[in-house]
């Protein structure tokens, strides 16, 4: 039996707001790191800045309406995130090289959870939308 576009509707609406807290709690992590970041190496300190911005207006967007391109912006940030905290804990970044083989710190433990919630939510949220324009564009 085929889902309902409503049903298909009030998934969209769960998964939107799942993506919202983890894009939320992304930008939170990094906002409490951010002082220390300026304060040891700056560049990645206005990285921090661009992500948190990016989070910032991702959300918004989401909360309005939310579109192919939102769920894919917010997976594809979190999984630069996340890419960029392997990187700094595996070979290290230029003048950040402190953190080589520091996997479980509780900040950047958090910080692995968030990304991985907000990726899997946001390619959850984008198959239901899909999902969703293929049933209105059969129904036409």
């Given amino acids: 039996m085929p889902i309902s576009r409503e049903a ?17 709690g992304l930008a939170g992590v990094h906002v ?8 040891e190496t700056p560049y990645l ?5 661009g992500i948190i911005l990016f989070a910032v ?4 967007r989401l909360t309005v309406k939310g579109s192919f391109l939102d769920y894919l912006g917010a997976a594809g940030v979190s999984l630069a ?3 960029g905290y392997v990187i700094n804990r595996t070979v290290g970044m230029p003048g950040a090289m402190g953190d080589i083989g520091n996997w479980f ?5 958090l910080s692995i959870f968030i990304e991985l919630f907000a990726v899997w939510h946001s390619l ?3 198959l239901v939308l899909l999902k969703i324009r293929r049933l209105d564009s059969s129904n036409r």
């Fill in 8 to 24: 298909l509707r009030s998934r969209l609406h769960n998964r939107r707001s799942a993506v919202i807290l983890g894009l939320a």
């Fill in 124 to 126: 959850a949220g984008f």
């Fill in 57 to 60: 207006v991702v959300i918004e």
């Fill in 45 to 49: 300190g206005w990285a921090y800045i």
């Fill in 32 to 39: 409490m790191d951010l002082p220390a970041k300026f304060t």
């Fill in 81 to 83: 995130v996340l890419g």
């Fill in 105 to 109: 710190e509780p900040l950047g433990l």
